[in-house]
């Protein structure tokens, strides 16, 4: 009698454009979870390079993007599919591993131990005792940007441009993902938005967790450029307009 093969409680999506060269395909392939079965979902966003090719020797699940659609969409993409094999959790990640997935079980671990947290964002927040190397060009950028979000949304976010994020799923989540964002740059602070849409803003308070992760670094070829704070912050005004007049 043949056995249904096993759920992974654990779907993670990694989007992927031009990542050949930056992609350990090895790190990804050799990841295992303590107590759960993880299944990682490869969304090949376009790519123009060998990134196929690698993503090939990963094992994994890949989803093939016929054009370049930016990671919002990756990204979103990725989650419908993850969705459809009905895992516990879903998140995303991203593909060079600035956040190593060391620091995945520390999300799980809050999962865990608190059921009343549904969201769990890595920040990246510089204290001792923790590995967090950044371009201080990039990180003031970023500090700023972050007090702009936070008033945007009237929420007290640290750090919502951090490349590691776990959801538990519920309906809401689907509802979350199910249309396109407006927002290419900092879709992140669009999915706060659609939450506090969907729960109020006080539970969407309660209900998600910055967890300080241990390690971060910068990794060369980063596709972010200090242009695109201009653009995100037309992107801030975008979703500040949009999710404020639907309330």
């Known amino acids: 009698m043949r056995q249904c093969p096993l759920v992974a409680r654990v779907a993670l999506v990694v989007p992927c454009y031009n990542e050949a060269e930056r992609l350990d395909a090895t790190a990804f392939r050799h ?7 993880i299944e990682f979902l490869f969304v090949n966003d376009g790519s123009t390079d060998t ?54 079980p520390g999300f799980m671990e ?6 009343e947290i549904d969201i769990v964002f890595g920040a990246r927040v510089r204290l001792l005792g923790r590995e967090i190397s950044r371009r201080p060009s990039r990180h003031y950028v970023g500090r700023v940007g972050a007090t702009l979000i936070s008033s945007s949304l009237g929420l007290a976010v ?37 939450f506090v849409q969907l729960w109020g803003r006080d539970r969407v308070a ?39 007049s639907r309330r």
């Not at 991203?94 to 190593?100: Q, R, S, Y």
């Not at 809050?110 to 059921?115: A, Y």
């Not at 704070?229 to 404020?244: C, E, G, V």
Request: proline share 4%; hydrophobic share 40%; glycine share 6%.
């Open 110 to 115: 809050i999962m865990g131990s608190r059921p």
């Open 206 to 244: 309660r209900a998600l967790y910055e967890y300080p992760v241990t390690q971060w670094h910068d990794v060369k070829g980063s596709k972010v450029k200090s242009r695109d704070f201009i653009r995100a912050l037309s992107d801030l005004w975008k979703i500040h307009r949009a999710y404020n």
């Open 158 to 194: 640290y750090d919502t441009q951090c490349g590691a994020k776990l959801f538990r799923v519920s309906d809401t989540v689907r509802e979350v993902f199910s249309t396109p964002f407006l927002s290419r740059w900092i879709f992140d602070v669009e999915i706060i938005a659609r």
């Open 51 to 104: 990134t196929s090719e690698v993503l090939a020797t990963t094992g994994a699940r890949i989803v093939n993007l016929e054009k370049n659609s930016g990671k919002a969409e990756a990204v979103r993409r990725g989650i419908l599919a993850a969705l459809d094999r009905s895992p516990g959790f879903v998140g995303f990640w991203d593909a060079d591993l600035a956040t190593p997935l060391s620091e995945l």
């Open 31 to 37: 990841f295992r979870l303590p107590d759960d079965e």
